[in-house]
């Protein structure tokens, strides 16, 4: 490797040592720099090769930092990370390392939320605007519907 190319890896070591990064975000952080796109390749292997970089790492703290902090569901957290260029697999993996009762607590926590939200309107208007909304932060539609359906008969 030349100099300059040693400068970009240490720069991105740095990088990627004070956050979880994707192979794909690096890439388009090392185009940024400046990086020559034939040692790209070499950059990124070398990165991964050092445990900088992970794609099953990324994707599990992706998942749980979107679970936890933003709320989501796991249809958009599945969109987020394959917008990442994040396999199939990895995708799942994190998707799995969700816990399933925090995940219906979740969905029927913020249902409950947004339902005292709503000002008024008929019982069907009301269900439809919930559902829209738990649709939005992608959750699953039978999850939807159970949560609704809990809502209602309480």
Known sequence: MNKNVEVL???????CSTRETSRHDMEQKLKQWGAPVEKLGEILTSLERE???SEFRF?????????RFEKWGRNK???????????????????????????RTLILRELKKKNDT??????WERKSKLYRFAQGRGYENDLIMQALDQIVNE
């Open 9 to 15: 890896l240490e720069k991105a070591r740095r990088y």
């Open 59 to 67: 994707a599990r703290a992706a998942a749980a930092d979107k679970f």
């Open 51 to 53: 445990g900088f970089i």
């Open 77 to 103: 957290i599945r969109h987020f990370l394959l917008q990442h260029h994040i396999s199939e697999a990895a995708v799942e993996e994190a998707l799995q390392s969700i816990d399933e009762e925090e995940y």
């Open 118 to 123: 709503i000002r008024s309107g008929t019982f």
